[in-house]
């Protein structure tokens, strides 16, 4: 990969790129997950080194997990680093993916900085949530990257849904972040705090009951469910594209999974297993509702001509600024 990086990218080499860089950073979700299920939090007690005497770990769970989510760690950069190599040498170069790939950089220097400051301070919740949500935020960058290097090149983006609709989209995407945040609540005040000690009153949490905090997320991911139906349902009486409807489709699907995933956890005792599913759930969510959002805008010279071939369509004459699906 890297010597095929000395000669110019072709547009769909480098969106593979940047597809290969959401995946990992997605991992990194799931093994940082793993770590805090597992009591590995403090498994390695330094930073960079495991110890204050071995950089290695030595043979023993806590430490080998904490250890290889470090190691994970590092390939996320390197794909990082391909990305914004990629950026450089894609033919045409562009400047959005240039700087879309630069912040996947600044958010994992992020995310290494604030991984250390969770270790010296032996897992403070409010840090630990905040990892979370840095990573989250990574995530963003990297749907948005990928969706982008996927779109022709000089087009300019319109959307293809009424101005109503594209509110609707923000607003699931807000919506997400909302249930993602209080989620990290459940996280926060629950029983897995990632430390491996046998006192618990050791063990720092949020200032919240977990149940109280669960009851938040219930009623936050209850709204989410709702407007995501509603979404669904003037998508498909506007008629808009099979692909726009498949999106908001497989965001309804996954949702539904997530909820029965997050009560059956919360009613059997919060498992290690299902949290680590649910924290998956979670991010395959968000991918979800972002690419749903970002499809609702599409390049111009990609839509017009299905909007004049349709059956009673509108000649590009006709075309109304900023809403290319008549509703």
């Known amino acids: 990969m890297i010597a095929r990086l000395r000669q110019p990218l072709s547009p769909a080499l480098y969106r593979r790129i940047t597809e290969l860089a959401l995946v990992l950073l997605i991992l990194i979700v799931v093994t940082g997950a793993g770590v805090r299920l597992t009591g590995s939090g403090l498994g390695c ?13 030595e043979l023993e769970t806590h430490q080998m997990v904490e250890f290889v989510n470090r190691l994970i760690t590092g390939l996320v950069s390197a794909a990082v680093v391909l990305a914004v190599l990629g950026s ?9 993916l240039t700087w879309l790939s630069l912040g996947l950089v600044a958010g994992v220097v992020a995310q290494i900085l604030l991984g250390a400051v969770v270790v010296l301070s032996d897992l403070n919740p409010w840090l630990v949530q905040g990892h979370f949500v840095v990573s989250m935020l990574l995530v963003v960058d990297a749907v948005v990257l990928a969706h982008r290097a996927g779109l022709p090149d000089d087009n300019a983006v319109r959307p293809v849904v009424t101005p109503a609709l594209l509110r609707w989209g923000s607003a699931l995407v807000a919506l997400a972040a909302v249930v993602i945040g209080t989620g990290t609540l459940v ?3 629950g029983p897995h705090s990632g430390h491996n000690g046998t006192d618990v009153n ?5 200032p919240i009951h977990s149940h ?35 999106a908001a ?6 949702l539904l999974l997530q909820g029965a995933l997050g009560y059956t956890q919360y ?9 680590g599913l649910h924290v998956l759930g979670a991010s395959l969510v968000w991918v979800a509702v972002l690419r749903l959002r970002l499809q609702m805008q599409t390049p111009v010279e990609s839509v017009v001509p299905r909007l004049r071939d349709s059956p009673g369509g509108i000649g590009t004459d006709n075309l109304p600024d900023g809403d290319l699906v008549p509703g």
């Open 267 to 275: 009613f059997t005792g919060v498992p290690p297993l299902l949290v």
């Open 45 to 57: 007690t330094d930073w960079p080194n495991c110890t204050d005497k071995r950089f290695v770990a």
């Open 249 to 254: 489709t497989a965001l309804l699907t996954v």
């Open 187 to 189: 996280t926060g005040s």
């Open 212 to 246: 109280d905090a669960a009851r938040i997320h219930g009623l936050a991911m209850m709204a989410f469910l709702a407007a995501t139906i509603w979404v669904l349902v003037q998508l498909r009486r506007h008629q808009v594209s099979g692909q726009l409807q498949r």
């Open 202 to 206: 050791a063990i720092r949490r949020l």
């Open 88 to 96: 450089l040498r894609r033919s045409p170069r562009r400047r959005d």
